[in-house]
Nanobody, 125 residues
Framework: QVQLVESGGGSVQPGGSLRLSCAVS????????MAWFRQVGSEREAVAVF??????AYADSVKGRFFISLDKAENTLYLEMNSVQPEDTAMYYC????????????????????WGQGTRVAVSA
């Protein structure tokens, strides 16, 4: 059984940095794609995806500021958030699909079968 557990959320000032972690268990990385989503109200959007071959992709809104990475030894997916802005305030979720090796950053959240519980990020002065 695959489990995802996020951590690392909190309050940060505009322009600051934060690193989110997603502890992964039970997932075969070579057959899976993973993603970080964020939700504000009822809107949930992907901000970064990590493909089975290590390739990454980002939403335009975070490109150049956020970076997704996977530490296989630690079984942890990270989201490094830099130069954060108030509009980055959201609940952040880790997601995975163990039936697809490649997932577009435009893939809707409903297509991902595996989710963590989320971690909240608040950006304010």
């Amino acid at each position: 059984q695959v489990q995802l557990v996020e951590s690392g959320g909190g309050s940060v000032q505009p322009g600051g940095s934060l690193r989110l972690s997603c502890a992964v268990s039970g997932l075969t990385y070579s057959r899976s794609c993973m993603a970080w989503f964020r939700q504000v109200g009822s809107e949930r959007e992907a901000v970064a995806v990590f493909q089975s071959d290590g390739d990454t992709a980002y939403a335009d809104s975070v490109k150049g500021r956020f970076f997704i990475s996977l530490d296989k030894a630690e079984n942890t997916l990270y989201l490094e958030m830099n130069s954060v802005q108030p509009e980055d305030t959201a609940m952040y979720y880790c997601a995975a699909d163990d039936h697809y090796r490649y997932c577009s950053v435009h893939r809707r959240y409903g297509a991902y079968p595996i989710w963590g519980q989320g971690t909240r990020v608040a950006v304010s002065a």
